[in-house]
């Protein structure tokens, strides 16, 4: 089985070793610009414009498989696509990071953020169409984290006791990180931040010290509107952070803490 051939307009990346569309299901290229239920098997709708669905042999809400799993292995993907206006488009095109579609500058943001230490979806498959200075229609394609919650939630019904403590560190230590990576996120909010249950996933041989002093991992899921910053500014930095802060219920310690921990460990200034 060959790997996907691209058109000479078509604009395709992948993560890695490239890989033939039957591997993620899928019969045509087309349907990852315009992803319909009747072309992809169980196709359900996130937002406007992001959709998910499940790579083959995923299983099913029962736990039953469905088809035999392949290359890519087992679980759900995110597909966003983008349908850019002029104006975004050339704001993507010339400034940092440069890209030629809004897909592509979501797709360099997460690697960037990615070689900076910060948790995101994993990329996958990056798209877009046309030869020209921009490309209006393009779209992402990356792994859905797995076993993760958007923070507001993790708090509600995992962040209890000694697992909230440690996961509000790796959350600061996260978002030092952010901080550091330069990139700012002027749409961030808490629940673009997922959270993984420091047992989620664990092996029956792992003993109870080391699911113990396990940390939560910590995602940025949404990258919408980023740009990366020549300079730094630490206002920006600390008003990036608070407006995470303040979509969640801390109390006045925690929430303390966890902005010194950004502040303080990401070394900006301001």
Known sequence: ?????????????????PHALAELGLESMDVLYAP???????????????WRFPLPGTPDARGNLVGKPRA????????????????????????????????????NLICHLRAHGVG??????????????????SFVLVRAPEDAFPLPRWLRTDGIGAERERGLVALGKTLALLVRSGVELPELQAEHVWITP???????TEGPALRKNRMPGVSIVEVGGG??????????????????????????????RVMELAMGESGARG
């Open 227 to 256: 740009r990366v910053r020549r300079t730094e500014d630490g206002r920006i930095a600390r008003a990036q952070v608070g407006r995470v802060l303040a979509g969640v219920e801390l109390e006045e310690t925690e929430r303390r």
């Open 36 to 50: 319909t239920a009747e072309r992809i098997a169980r196709l359900e709708p996130l937002a406007s414009s992001r």
């Open 198 to 204: 420091s047992g989620s996933g664990e092996c029956e």
């Open 120 to 137: 995101t979806p994993e990329p996958l498959l990056v798209g877009a169409r046309g030869n020209g200075f921009v490309s209006a229609r």
């Open 72 to 107: 890519l292995g087992t679980g759900w993907l995110w597909l966003t696509v983008f349908r850019g206006g002029l104006a975004e488009l050339l704001r993507a095109r010339c400034t940092s990071p440069r890209s030629a579609s809004l897909a592509a500058r979501e797709w």
């Open 1 to 17: 089985m060959s790997a996907v051939t691209a058109a000479p307009s078509e604009r395709l990346k992948w993560a890695g070793e």
